[in-house]
């Protein structure tokens, strides 16, 4: 049977891309950032996923205004990078996994979470970030990709406590699918950071920190914190971090299994406007 | 039913809501058409006449030729689609963000290398930290 090994939560920096990308990672400020995905890049070499579930919102980017779906399954077979205005990013396309994917499509729509199916569509930052963080430079990507796109883009977005709940019945969905797959789970976003208005430039250090915290450790509780406490407190940008608990959901904990065991957890300030989070958790 | 009325109490911020969506509906997608190359230039080369191909209020226009990102979201723009008019600029996010709160981009940057904008003081319309917009914030 597919199992979920591990969830990974990471920011998704266009400005991160861009500095891998033009070769500047060992200047002094971006070499701060990387170093917080040393460990993860040799965690994943030994973990060898097949599949990751990644959570990410596009960034008025394949979705415009003229169509914004709250939650959208990509179940198509390959994705290429957008190109945001500045070209395509340098990476390799991203190979989906139609049949895990339409799988979980059909047993958590019929637990009444209403998806929207894509089958063609380019992947932008959101999600070619996080996976340049956690691979590096790479000819094809070492595994296969499940996009799953949240709007945060514009309110009302999906609460934490709805989001939560999805990734338990995405964690359902997996571990149903027949063929025995090694799967991840990634929630990307965040953490604290406003790009718009005189308030541009907020972080909260303090608040991103006990995220990290609550996160880890009362994910359930922390699912019930109203998307207000975090637009007021990490920023109007900082609501992506809704996604993250996505990814927590489904973690075996959440339906009585053990705690997650904290593999790796790093916080850093500043990418551009940005407070960097990253944290991974494996199931026991 | 209505947004929670706190998220219009938090200073130096517009909400993206669906209010603002529908204001802003053809100023947000004139910015999508600038992901095209020959829509870009086209643009440069004529703006006022690319403008007026959309169906933008002389507001959002004005706003649009003056780069005023603040007028721009009052108007209904979201940053996401207002940043390809500054990739056609050549501007980065962090100017874009900067140019929107009255600091030079260099004291921006060196706000953002020291830790970011503090909290304290930037919670409530109302209270006395760095981001309370006096326009707003009566």
Known sequence: MARITASVYSSHIPAVGAAFDLGKTHEPYWQKVFSGYDFSKQWEKEQKPDVIFLVY??????????????FAIMTGPEFMPADEGYGR???????????????????????????TIVNEIDVDHGLTVPMTCMFGKVDAWPCKVIPFAVNVVQH?????????????????????????????IWGTGGMSHQLQGPRAGLINREWDNEFLDRLINDPAGL??????????????????????????????????????????????????NTAVGHLILENA | MSLDKEFKEIPGTIIFDAEQSRKGY??????????????????????????DEWKMTEDQKQAVMARDLNAMMALGGNIYFL????????KSFQQMAGSMTGMSEESYRDMMINGGRSIEGNRKIGEHGDAQRPNKDK
């Open chain 2, 83 to 90: 940043s390809k008019i500054g990739a056609t600029d050549g």
């Open chain 1, 57 to 70: 919102n596009d960034h008025a980017t394949a979705f415009s205004l003229s169509m914004i779906p709250t």
């Open chain 1, 156 to 184: 009302p977005v999906p609460s934490g406590a709805r989001c939560f709940a999805l990734g338990q019945a995405i964690r359902a969905a997996i571990e149903s699918y027949p063929e025995d797959l090694n799967v991840q």
């Open chain 1, 89 to 115: 990013r340098p990476v390799p396309p991203v190979i989906g996994h139609p049949e895990l994917a339409s799988h979980i499509a059909s047993e958590v729509i019929q637990k009444d979470f209403d998806l």
């Open chain 2, 26 to 51: 053809w100023l947000n997608q004139f910015c999508m058409s600038l992901m095209k190359a020959e829509n870009r230039e086209r643009f440069k080369a004529n703006e006022r006449a690319y403008l």
């Open chain 1, 223 to 272: 699912s019930k914190m109203p998307n207000i406490d975090y637009v007021r407190e990490a920023g109007s940008e900082g609501i992506e971090l809704v996604m993250w608990l996505i990814a927590r959901g489904a973690m075996a904990d959440t339906r009585g299994g053990p705690k997650p065991k904290v593999a790796h957890r790093f916080y850093h300030v500043p990418a551009s």
